[in-house]
Structure formats: structure tokens, C-alpha cells
């Protein structure tokens, strides 16, 4: 199974918020750190919407630049 966020890697944990996030370390870490690539955002919000609590609004914006990282 690949990586939902970058889908080049294999998946190598599972993250539970209110849904489950299957991605591997770097993209794992970027989700986090509220600080996903445009693509990334994209490819998670596609499988999970942006209602989650890690991609929600305030964190991106619509195009899916990322607002408030952690740094």
C-alpha cells in the first residue's frame, strides 16, 4: 500500500484522528506539522475531505497552501 499524501513511498504508519491516515514517515511528520505540500493536501483531501481536523480550513487554504505550520 502506498502513502495517501505522496503516494510514492510505502505506508508505514497509521495515523487516528476522526479518520485514518495511512502515510509514510516525511508525509506523516508534514501532516503534523500542518505543513503538506499543495499536492499532499490535495491527494488527502481527495480521500478523506477537508473537514478532518489536521486539513481543515484553517490550517490550508482552498488552493491547499498551508497557513499556520509548525515549525
Partial sequence: MYCQACK???VQ???KDDVTYHLCH???INLVMRNLSKEQYHN???IHGS???LLHEDFYDDDGTALQPVE
Fill in 51 to 53: 473537514c478532518t481536523y
Fill in 44 to 46: 488527502l483531501v481527495a
Fill in 26 to 28: 516525511n508525509c506523516l
Fill in 13 to 15: 504508519v497509521e495515523l
Fill in 8 to 10: 510514492q513511498y510505502d
